[in-house]
């Protein structure tokens, strides 16, 4: 009789913790007034009843569907820091010791040349493809000029004014705590990319970075890069050859995509079996000539926003 007792008992404990379960799983926060994250002034949305459809599917799934596909330069970390910009991945070595004068002024001249084509809102981005290969390959062959040592690299990068977003320790060590693969996609340099984040302390093993990354000789002199170049805006080429990686994580269908540019739109095309998406892009440049283009693509748009306050806020909601 008292077996029979504790049976009904765990029975009836059991059916309470499902629902329990059920009830967290079904909960499906509405943007304004359950998400306070969503009511500062950076935050723009063109469609928020969708967004809350997608959050909501991501919260069901839970941390065994989800992945994260991200760029890192002026996503992960920031655009500017009290009003100065801060470097990207390659500005990191053109602004460094390692470099001649000459060679940063030429870096400087391309910079200023491409940039401005990059950003454009008048010219597609077929139109400006070709522009970015110069862009990329002629700073590259200034780079293998200058003979760069690799054992520098760590502290040029200590040296700089690179600063990851803040809230990036919430961000990287909540994913890392629950296992969530993190798939960072750069056009930047991946050697220097990897050491930011490493001396961050939150390149953990749930992390895979694809970038573009350098080739040395025997004494670690920079003698060329490896593999097929990657820019802003071939990146679609680039989630394609990544379908290995993609197909390991098959029961991921969830994805929590983060850019700054039109080009980061199409980082999760290797993934075949995309059950919900949610794109957050960062727009950190020529805010009013960009903001419709931006929130006609990206689910939400962050202006001129230095954190992971949204993200964060939405992963707690699922994990």
């Known amino acids: 009789m008292q077996a029979l007792r504790l049976w009904t008992l765990l029975a009836t404990y059991a059916v309470a913790v499902g629902q329990n379960q059920g009830q967290k799983n079904q909960e499906c926060p509405k943007l304004n007034a359950q998400m306070p994250e969503f009511q500062k002034k950076t935050v723009h949305i063109k469609d928020p009843g969708r967004v809350e ?35 990207t991945c390659h500005n990191i070595i053109d602004n460094s010791k390692l470099i001649t004068e000459e060679c940063r002024k030429k870096l400087l001249q391309l910079k ?39 054992d520098k690299f760590a ?9 990851l977003k803040e809230g990036y320790e ?28 490493h001396q961050a302390g939150v390149y953990h093993s749930n992390v895979k970075v694809v970038s ?19 820019h802003v805006y071939n990146k679609h080429d680039g989630a394609l050859k990544n379908t290995e990686y993609f197909k390991q994580l098959k029961d991921n269908s969830n994805i929590i995509l983060l850019g700054d540019s039109q080009g980061d739109l199409s980082m999760a ?9 949610l ?21 939400i748009v962050l202006v001129k926003d230095e954190s992971l306050e949204v993200a964060n806020s939405i992963l707690q909601k699922i994990l």
Request: net charge negative.
């Open 53 to 87: 459809e997608i959050i909501c599917g991501l919260i069901k799934g839970g941390a065994a569907k989800l992945q994260i596909i991200t760029d890192f330069d002026m996503t992960l970390s920031r655009f500017s820091y009290n009003g100065k910009r801060c470097p």
């Open 155 to 163: 502290e040029i990068v200590r040296e700089s004014d690179v600063m």
């Open 279 to 299: 794109k957050i892009g960062y727009l950190n440049d020529k805010v009013d000539e960009l903001l419709e283009k931006y929130m006609d693509s990206y689910d």
């Open 170 to 197: 919430n961000f990287f060590d909540k994913l890392s705590e629950h296992n969530i693969p993190v798939f960072i996609f750069s056009a930047g340099i991946g050697d220097i990319l990897e050491e930011v984040i």
């Open 269 to 277: 095309d290797g993934v075949a079996n995309v059950e919900h998406i």
């Open 112 to 150: 200023e040349t491409y940039y401005a084509i990059e950003i454009d809102p008048a010219l597609t981005i077929e139109e400006k493809y070709p522009y970015m290969v110069e862009w990329y390959n002629k700073s590259h062959a200034l780079l293998i000029e200058q003979g760069l040592q690799k």
């Open 212 to 230: 573009n990354f350098m080739d040395f000789d025997e004494n670690g002199i920079l003698k060329g890069f490896k593999g097929e170049l990657i």
